[in-house]
C-alpha cells in the first residue's frame, strides 16, 4: 500500500502530512523525512504492517498559518 506525505518548508525546518490519516510532524532534519513520515503513519494504528511512502512536495508554511492547521480536530503530536 502506497501513502502520501506532503513536505513543507517551516522555517528552518519541515512540516510533513499525511493527509490519509490527519497527522503532522515537524522535522528538523531534512534527511529524516521519510524515515519520520513512515514511523508517524505506523504510529497512528490503522496503517498495514507493510506500506510505501510517497513524499510530495508542499510549500512553504509560516508559523501563524501552522497554529491553525493545528486547531484541526486531528493532528499530530508535534507543535513548535
Not at 490519509?20 to 510532524?25: I, S
Amino acid at each position: 500500500m502506497l501513502f502520501s506525505v506532503q513536505v513543507s518548508c517551516f522555517g528552518t525546518q519541515w512540516l510533513i502530512y499525511a493527509p490519509a490519516f490527519g497527522v503532522q510532524r515537524i522535522v528538523a532534519d531534512k534527511k529524516s523525512i521519510r524515515s519520520e513520515a513512515r514511523e508517524m503513519i505506523a504510529r497512528c494504528g490503522a496503517a498495514p504492517r507493510e506500506f510505501e511512502v510517497e513524499l510530495e512536495l508542499g510549500r512553504v508554511v509560516d508559523k501563524s498559518e501552522f497554529r491553525l492547521l493545528s486547531e484541526s480536530p486531528r493532528n499530530g503530536d508535534d507543535e513548535p
